[in-house]
């Protein structure tokens, strides 16, 4: 990865203030790193070259004369493609979907363009976001930047290898049970998955308020300055969360005399040993920084996890997406999708009452549990990714760590905590509702004592031809 690929957003910035650098050649960079990169991995699966490059040089002359738009003005960021990007399809990973051009941008995605982003591709995700792989009958089979044999994770792991091999330096994702913060554990990134309601999520919102928007990066700091974009109120609008969305306030402020509850293994999940280890070594770097560290249990999910919890996500599934697809259509569908699908259809009213009961005493028990601790930490995911192509049995159901999170509204993030049997691991920061400021300080305060993790490790180009410069 070059430097100019390799640096984080604050670098970029102060070079294109000081016209070291400008945003035209920095996405020329990115694009000529997809093109070499892409068809090893498959992680971005549209591209709008001109438009990006035309943004880029609007950008360009802004920053010549001394007046940028925004945070994130000349940064590229790419979109999972289960995000509205005007000028780009929205295809879901589905042969079901249209292939039209999206007139407008998602709300989130707005946000972005008005600070001055490049939003110049769309990520490859699972076909409508179903599982913690990234494989789909429209755009095949997506693979880990560390080793091609294996799964980045889902159902965002386009925008984790994107990010992982320098195909520009932010992703807008999606997590509806771990969709940010898995692919992010097994790619080497950060991801943020933050409060329900603090990111806009637009029409494609849910009501059951499951699945929110959030950014992936390479670093802590990357990521609470994306999030402080898509968070800023704008136009008078009115937050469902009114509290400061400004998250590079206070981020190297340290976990000194917090409250910090560690649960190695929750619900009694087996976490594999190497993983396990690694969570521990970073626990006990954070215990260093002066947290108040106590190994504890999460009695409140002990019996959550299961029939209660997939009874809200298979329902939500097939009444947002499965029911829009004519029966007809029902055989494009991964068959993956199309279990998930029928399954929804099986629940009932008293089934899906009682799972919404038992999510109700989970989120007030998690509540109680935040009246002790500032913050949980625990394990990303139990074990290290699968090989490709496929999902085992074993990992067909939501996944344990991360998706109660979504159940309950909490803010949570991935931060990579290890390289056990050479492929990277996360250790997941978890808080209260709203505490998506505290996280970030303390996923940084981590990060900054951990050091620089490696870059995703280096593949094969044999097959590649460089793509040579752009002009």
């Known amino acids: 990865m070059s430097d100019v690929l390799g640096m984080q957003v604050h670098q970029l910035m102060d070079c294109y203030r000081h016209r070291k650098l400008s945003p035209v050649e920095v996405m020329c960079a990115v694009l000529d790193q997809v093109a070499r990169f892409n068809p090893l991995v498959n992680g971005v699966c549209g591209l709008d070259e001109d438009g990006a490059l035309a943004a880029a040089r609007e950008s360009e002359r802004r920053w010549m004369r001394g007046d940028p738009c925004g945070l994130l003005d000349g940064v590229p ?106 692919p992010s554990c097994w790619s080497g990134v950060v991801g943020m998955k933050p409060s329900f309601a603090r990111v806009p999520v637009g029409a494609a919102g849910n009501w059951t308020a499951l699945s929110t928007l959030g950014p992936m990066a390479r670093t802590v700091s990357d990521a609470a300055l994306m999030l402080t974009v898509l968070a800023r109120k704008q136009d008078g609008a009115q937050s469902a969360i009114e509290l400061p969305s400004d998250f590079r306030a206070g981020p190297d402020d340290g976990v000194a005399g917090l409250r910090v509850a560690y649960c190695p293994a929750p619900a009694g999940v087996r976490v594999d040993p190497v993983i396990a280890d690694s969570v521990r070594q970073a626990v006990g770097l954070i215990e260093a920084l002066g947290a108040q560290v106590e190994e504890t249990e999460l009695k409140p999910l002990e019996g959550y996890l299961g029939s209660g919890m997939h009874a809200i996500q298979w329902s939500v599934f097939f009444a947002q997406h499965a029911r829009q697809v004519h029966r007809s259509a029902w055989t494009q569908l991964d068959p993956d999708v199309r279990s998930l699908a029928e399954a929804g259809a099986r629940i009932d009213v008293a089934t899906f009452t009682d799972a919404l009961k038992a999510r109700h005493a989970l989120t007030v028990a998690m509540t109680a549990f935040f009246d002790d601790y500032d913050l949980l930490v625990t394990p990303t995911f139990h074990c290290g990714p699968p090989r490709v192509p496929g999902l085992p049995e074993d990992l067909r159901t939501a996944p344990p760590l991360t998706s109660w999170c979504n159940q309950t509204g909490l803010p949570a993030a991935s931060v990579p905590c290890g390289l056990p049997g050479g492929l990277p691991t996360g250790l997941q920061f978890i808080g209260p509702s709203g505490a998506d400021a505290l996280i970030l300080r303390a996923a940084r305060a981590y990060e900054s004592a951990r050091g620089a993790f490696p870059a995703a490790g280096q593949l094969g180009q044999d097959s590649i031809t460089d793509a040579g410069a752009r002009t």
């Open 77 to 182: 960021i790419s979109v999972k493609d289960l995000v509205a990007v005007r000028g780009l399809p929205t295809r879901h990973g589905s042969l079901t979907s249209l292939a039209a051009a999206e007139r407008e941008d998602a709300p989130a995605v707005a946000r972005l363009r008005r600070s001055g982003a490049l939003l110049f591709g769309k990520t490859t995700t699972s076909e409508f976001g179903n599982k913690i792989v990234t494989d789909s009958p429209l755009t095949g089979i997506t693979r880990n930047p560390w080793d091609r044999r294996l799964s980045p994770g889902g159902s965002s792991g386009g925008s984790a290898v994107a990010v992982a091999l320098g195909m520009g330096p932010l992703s807008l994702a999606t997590d509806g049970g771990g969709s940010i913060r898995v």
